[in-house]
């Protein structure tokens, strides 16, 4: 992959819409849904459909969906919670009573109802323009004809495949992803006919087919057949839910995402903290990231802190009250940021454990100035594994972030929503009425890090939002499902004299390749106020991914 040291990353620019994506054919039927005059929600959707396509590794209509939503004419942000629910057949008490001490990754067990495209139809209901056709047709036509198989799907099934054993709800997987029991070769042509069925079926029925309909039969039944508790009365039941977007003003820069069961407060609550702490002096920031390893080494101890009170607070609204304005309060920032050493890295923080991630993040902006943050997810590359060949829906693993001890949090109940590492964003300038940027990043646990080294990088150092996006990721996660924080993670070429300094703190770097594998993220700016006021867009897809920006 590209070293962002070695070749500087650029935004492309436009001035009636964009479309940032991890795949490009997504971004591609993205930007054709602007220019045929849709609304960004349109184009999101379409694709988001895409990407369920070409990028199955990343996200699917089995999977869970986080939007925040700018509606220009309204002038207001909202969001809107496509995540899902445990279904009803399922308790920590019944797992526990046959011998589980945690959640499985893969397998029935860890799929929630998926909450992705009853969220398409509640988001399309209130702002779509033109029809689920039009929408979907995209995704349709490359499932049905096909696409090219490239590099990173190719690993990812294979990857897959490695992983999931021999149980029998194994075989719908390697029937629809390894059908000639062999790898794909870059470049050979995938169709999936019956993934293209079911996606027809929502084009011409209805989204809410899904969970209402025939086709909610037809899930059902695979999902029972995989050995599931899942009824079409657990579809039948499941609903998006419409909410106030969180929002934190870092050094005068309004930074909004989605409250709990998202990971997004935890975003905040860093930002919180090192808001009451001054980059040092004469450091900077580059292609390389920050010139001094002082500034790193705080949000990384930061993170720490904040891993302890993810676990100790991130659940499901709707089960637990969850102290939102405490975790975001001044009192509460000014107490970790207490806690931080700045001249040593804490050797045992508290332990905590690793949510299941495996997301794809895209952005749109339309001609009117209407901006979509959506992140989108089924989590674990392919999730559970688990694929029907009937209706071609792989389904997503988020039930694995779930705990099985009673007293816990986020412990699995009947209804429930897990706690979630997905946080789509969206930044204001001070004063600003609308978005300046539409931001977010694939990454599991590292996905609030990720989004503050963005934001940092931008309103710190002054950055630009190609720069901003390509630097090297710097990040802290547990060292092993239930461990201390320790692991510190480092892509790309750093300025001269951080990595030393680094360790010099205290920090054990472990080095990945500039791959992803410290998340995909891309931002849309809307340059003098985008295009509702006649200014322009300019858009970055992460370098590290597949994807390209789309412009017009």
């Given at each position: 992959?590209?070293?962002?040291?070695?070749v500087?990353?650029?935004?492309i620019?436009?001035?009636?819409?964009?479309?940032?994506a991890?795949?490009?054919?997504?971004?591609?039927?993205?930007?054709?849904?602007?220019?045929?005059?849709?609304?960004?929600?349109?184009?999101?959707?379409?694709?988001?459909?895409?990407?369920?396509v070409v990028?199955?590794?990343?996200?699917?209509i089995?999977?869970d969906?986080?939007?925040?939503?700018w509606?220009?004419?309204a002038?207001e942000?909202?969001?809107l919670n496509?995540?899902?629910?445990?279904?009803?057949?399922?308790?920590a008490?019944?797992?526990?009573?046959?011998?589980?001490?945690?959640?499985?990754l893969r397998?029935?067990?860890?799929i929630?109802?998926?909450?992705?495209?009853?969220?398409?139809?509640?988001?399309?209901?209130?702002?779509?323009?033109l029809?689920r056709?039009?929408?979907?047709?995209?995704?349709?036509?490359?499932?049905?004809?096909?696409?090219?198989?490239?590099?990173?799907?190719?690993?990812?099934?294979?990857g897959?495949?490695?992983?999931?054993?021999?149980?029998?709800?194994?075989?719908?997987?390697r029937?629809?992803?390894?059908?000639?029991?062999?790898?794909?070769?870059?470049?050979?042509?995938i169709?999936?006919?019956?993934?293209?069925?079911?996606?027809?079926?929502l084009?011409?029925?209805?989204f809410?087919?899904?969970?209402?309909?025939d086709?909610?039969?037809?899930i059902?039944a695979?999902?029972?057949?995989?050995?599931g508790?899942?009824?079409?009365?657990?579809l039948?039941?499941?609903?998006?839910?419409?909410?106030?977007?969180?929002?934190?003003?870092?050094?005068?820069?309004?930074?909004t995402?989605?409250?709990?069961?998202?990971s997004g407060?935890?975003?905040?609550?860093?930002l919180?903290?090192?808001?009451?702490m001054?980059?040092?002096?004469?450091?900077s920031?580059?292609?390389?990231?920050?010139?001094?390893?002082?500034?790193?080494?705080?949000?990384?101890e930061?993170?720490?802190?904040?891993?302890?009170?993810?676990?100790?607070?991130l659940?499901?609204?709707a089960?637990r009250?969850?102290?939102?304005?405490?975790?975001?309060?001044?009192e509460?920032?000014?107490e970790l940021?207490g806690?931080l050493?700045?001249?040593?890295?804490?050797?045992?923080?508290?332990?905590?454990?690793t949510?299941?991630?495996?997301?794809i993040?895209?952005?749109?902006?339309?001609?009117?100035?209407?901006a979509?943050?959506?992140?989108?997810?089924?989590a674990?590359?392919?999730?559970?594994?688990?694929?029907?060949?009937?209706?071609?829906?792989?389904y997503?693993?988020?039930?694995?972030?779930?705990?099985?001890?009673?007293?816990?949090?986020?412990?699995?109940e009947p209804?429930?929503?897990?706690?979630?590492?997905?946080?789509?964003?969206?930044?204001?300038r001070e004063?600003?009425?609308r978005?300046?940027?539409?931001a977010?990043?694939?990454?599991?646990?590292?996905?609030?890090?990720?989004h503050?080294?963005l934001?940092?990088?931008?309103?710190?150092?002054?950055?630009?939002?190609?720069?901003a996006?390509?630097?090297?990721?710097?990040?802290?996660?547990?060292?092993?499902?239930?461990?201390?924080?320790?692991?510190?993670?480092?892509?790309?070429?750093?300025?001269?004299?951080?990595e030393?300094?680094?360790?010099?703190?205290?920090?054990?770097?472990?080095?990945?390749?500039?791959?992803?594998?410290?998340?995909?993220?891309h931002?849309?700016?809307?340059v003098?106020?985008?295009?509702?006021?006649?200014?322009?867009?300019?858009?970055?897809a992460?370098p590290?991914?597949?994807?390209?920006a789309?412009?017009?």
């Amino acid at each position: 992959m590209r070293n962002p040291a070695l070749v500087p990353a650029r935004a492309i620019r436009g001035a009636r819409g964009a479309v940032v994506a991890p795949h490009h054919l997504a971004s591609a039927a993205g930007l054709a849904v602007l220019a045929a005059g849709g609304h960004a929600v349109d184009a999101a959707i379409a694709t988001n459909a895409v990407l369920g396509v070409v990028m199955p590794n990343g996200c699917g209509i089995g999977g869970d969906a986080f939007w925040l939503v700018w509606d220009e004419a309204a002038g207001e942000q909202v969001a809107l919670n496509g995540s899902g629910r445990a279904p009803a057949g399922i308790s920590a008490s019944a797992l526990r009573a046959a011998g589980l001490t945690r959640m499985p990754l893969r397998g029935p067990l860890p799929i929630t109802i998926p909450g992705a495209v009853r969220s398409w139809s509640d988001a399309h209901r209130r702002w779509g323009r033109l029809s689920r056709s039009a929408v979907l047709a995209a995704a349709i036509e490359h499932a049905d004809a096909g696409f090219p198989a490239w590099d990173g799907l190719v690993e990812a099934v294979e990857g897959t495949n490695a992983s999931i054993g021999t149980e029998p709800w194994t075989a719908g997987f390697r029937q629809v992803w390894r059908p000639n029991g062999q790898p794909w070769r870059p470049g050979e042509v995938i169709r999936l006919p019956a993934l293209a069925g079911t996606l027809r079926t929502l084009a011409d029925r209805g989204f809410d087919e899904y969970y209402d309909g025939d086709l909610a039969d037809r899930i059902a039944a695979g999902l029972a057949k995989a050995g599931g508790t899942h009824t079409a009365a657990d579809l039948h039941a499941h609903h998006s839910d419409w909410t106030t977007p969180l929002a934190t003003t870092y050094r005068g820069v309004r930074v909004t995402t989605h409250p709990p069961n998202s990971s997004g407060v935890l975003a905040l609550e860093i930002l919180n903290v090192l808001a009451q702490m001054e980059p040092p002096p004469g450091a900077s920031f580059d292609g390389r990231g920050w010139s001094n390893p002082a500034w790193p080494h705080l949000w990384l101890e930061a993170a720490k802190l904040v891993y302890a009170d993810r676990d100790a607070h991130l659940a499901d609204p709707a089960f637990r009250d969850i102290a939102v304005d405490w975790l975001l309060s001044a009192e509460h920032a000014r107490e970790l940021a207490g806690r931080l050493d700045p001249g040593r890295a804490d050797p045992s923080p508290t332990p905590v454990r690793t949510l299941v991630g495996g997301t794809i993040y895209l952005a749109v902006v339309d001609a009117q100035g209407n901006a979509v943050s959506l992140i989108q997810s089924n989590a674990a590359g392919f999730g559970s594994g688990v694929v029907d060949p009937v209706t071609g829906i792989h389904y997503q693993d988020r039930g694995a972030s779930f705990s099985l001890e009673a007293a816990h949090p986020n412990v699995l109940e009947p209804g429930r929503r897990t706690a979630h590492t997905l946080l789509p964003g969206m930044l204001f300038r001070e004063g600003g009425v609308r978005p300046w940027i539409v931001a977010g990043s694939m990454g599991g646990d590292i996905q609030p890090q990720i989004h503050v080294q963005l934001v940092s990088a931008l309103v710190d150092g002054g950055a630009d939002i190609a720069t901003a996006v390509a630097a090297p990721r710097i990040t802290v996660e547990p060292d092993g499902w239930l461990a201390p924080p320790t692991r510190v993670l480092v892509d790309g070429e750093l300025a001269d004299g951080v990595e030393a300094g680094l360790r010099a703190l205290g920090h054990g770097i472990n080095r990945i390749g500039f791959d992803g594998g410290l998340g995909h993220e891309h931002a849309i700016e809307l340059v003098d106020g985008g295009p509702a006021v006649g200014g322009t867009l300019a858009a970055i897809a992460d370098p590290r991914s597949a994807g390209l920006a789309a412009v017009r």
